[in-house]
């Protein structure tokens, strides 16, 4: 009978030692695994920056942009191949100018109408690119109707090219005769060519 129990010791023993070897294992699980923890506060960062102390900011994509901008008169004529175009603007060498906006006011006899503003890369004859803005009419003051033309564009002028605006007005006064205009405001940048 001693042996007997003395057995049934052992047995609990090994159970005790089993289920105690079992809990210290999964406290040793439990406290060496990562622990996620959520945000329950949410707090906004406010910014305050005054004009005299702006926020710094750098465009690293673009670091070679460079801005442009330039006016040029516009002549308003019934036939546009029949003017000549002194008031251009080049590209310098080495560059790229990219037009991003172009507006332009015209100005013209009452009795006219200004149908279009282009603005043309390249010479009269072979241009390599161009955009037409279409115009709408602002009124009448004195002896002068006035038009408007504005709108985003996106045109590519390469290095030594010019750029040039021009309107087109219907109701033919004469083939060359250029019944006042206007100016044409070009907006983008340059890039440089590799």
Same mark, same amino acid.
């Given at each position: 009978m001693i042996i007997k129990k003395v057995h049934e010791m052992n047995n609990r023993q090994k159970r005790l030692l089993t289920v105690v070897g079992f809990v210290i294992a999964v406290g040793a699980v439990v406290s060496f695994s990562p622990l996620t923890a959520s945000a329950q506060l949410t707090i906004p960062v406010i910014v305050q920056n005054t004009p005299a102390h702006p926020v710094p900011t750098r465009d690293n994509d673009r670091a070679s942009r460079q801005p442009f901008y330039t006016r040029l008169e516009v002549p308003a004529f019934a036939n546009p191949d029949a003017g000549s175009f002194s008031n251009t603007s080049t590209v310098p060498s080495g560059k790229r100018?990219?037009?991003?906006?172009?507006?332009? &006011?015209?100005?013209?006899? %009452?009795?006219? +109408?200004?149908?279009?503003? &282009?603005?043309?890369?390249? %010479?009269?004859? +072979?241009?390599?690119?161009?955009?037409v803005l279409t115009t709408t009419k602002q009124g009448t003051s004195g002896s002068q109707a006035h038009f408007i033309a504005s709108a985003p564009?996106?045109?590519?002028v390469d290095p030594g090219v010019t750029v040039r605006c021009e309107a087109v007005r219907g109701d033919v006064l004469s083939i060359t005769e250029n019944s006042v205009g206007g100016p044409c405001f070009i907006s983008g940048h340059f890039e440089d060519v590799p």
């Open positions: 100018l990219i037009i991003e906006y172009v507006s332009a &006011s015209i100005s013209v006899d %009452p009795s006219q +109408t200004v149908l279009l503003v &282009s603005v043309i890369a390249g %010479p009269v004859s +072979t241009p390599s690119g161009a955009h564009v996106r045109l590519y």
